[in-house]
């Protein structure tokens, strides 16, 4: 394996499979089966999980609520998927642990980059949900903030496209994939791969991101490898 220790990057409405809303079991069972693939061959991984699933603080705001109040209850959301996560991993064997940024007894643990080491270390899956623990960060920037504090090797965003693209390919059809780039050309090109705290973040630390189709079964594992598939976002 190329990677020994990564995060895993997903996104809340992932979850949701074919459905509008929620979460789609077979979905997550095919998510989960993934890293249970990659974790028996040694990899030490954590995770992050977004809410826009359940709900998406912007768009609370958007809806005409606190934009404080809706970003905390798209944290919530964040803890309500990387249960689910926690369920379907342990029923396939895994051993897991949920941290938060959002402390609930007795359903997380709280956070800190040298417990989630720690547990990485001893063989768990470690999932890290609650985004930052304060407003106005996205799940993204949660997603570079822990990936730096536990001093993972890579953040692997997974999407439901293959890579990053000159243009958005579902909308322009003749867009061209990078199989790498810089994170200044990404920068240049207005390319919006992550938000910009989050791409800073992952810049100043010189933390790789690697975007690739989490839907496609077997990519993670080839990705971990270090086989050629995705964007690779680095200095």
């Given amino acids: 394996m190329k990677y020994k220790r990564i995060l895993l990057k997903l996104s809340g409405e992932a979850l949701m499979g074919k459905k509008n809303?929620?979460?789609d079991s077979e979905t997550l069972a095919a998510y989960c089966n993934d890293v249970v693939e990659i974790?028996?061959?040694?990899?030490?991984?954590?995770?992050?999980?977004?809410?826009?699933?359940?709900?998406?603080?912007?768009?609370?705001?958007?809806?005409?609520?606190?934009?404080?109040?809706?970003?905390?209850m798209g944290m919530l959301a964040t803890v309500i998927n990387s249960m689910a996560l926690q369920a379907e991993l342990e029923k396939q064997g895994l051993k897991v642990k949920l941290l938060s940024g959002l402390y609930i007894d007795p359903i997380t643990e709280s956070i800190s980059g040298h417990k989630a080491i720690e547990y990485l270390e001893k063989g768990y899956v470690v999932i890290l949900a609650g985004g930052t623990g304060n407003?106005?960060?996205?799940?993204?920037?949660?997603?570079?903030?822990?990936?730096?504090?536990?001093?993972?090797?890579?953040?692997?965003?997974?999407?439901?496209?293959?890579?990053?693209?000159t243009a958005d390919p579902e909308k322009v059809p003749t867009a061209t994939k990078y199989d790498?780039?810089?994170?200044?050309?990404?920068?240049?090109?207005?390319l919006k791969i992550m938000?910009?705290?989050?791409?800073?973040?992952?810049?100043?630390?010189?933390?790789?991101i690697l975007v690739f189709d989490m839907n496609t079964k077997?990519?993670?594992?080839?990705?971990?490898?270090?086989?050629k598939i995705g964007t690779l976002v680095t200095k």
């Fill in 218 to 227: 077997g990519n993670l594992q080839k990705v971990v490898a270090g086989n």
């Fill in 135 to 165: 407003p106005f960060f996205t799940t993204d920037t949660a997603a570079a903030l822990r990936a730096v504090e536990i001093h993972a090797e890579v953040l692997l965003k997974g999407t439901r496209v293959d890579g990053v693209y």
């Fill in 21 to 23: 809303y929620g979460i």
């Fill in 39 to 72: 974790v028996n061959q040694g990899v030490q991984t954590a995770i992050v999980i977004g809410g826009g699933n359940i709900f998406r603080g912007l768009q609370g705001a958007a809806d005409g609520f606190d934009r404080v109040q809706g970003d905390y």
């Fill in 195 to 208: 938000d910009l705290t989050a791409f800073t973040l992952c810049k100043e630390n010189n933390l790789p």
């Fill in 180 to 190: 790498t780039i810089s994170f200044d050309e990404a920068y240049q090109n207005n």
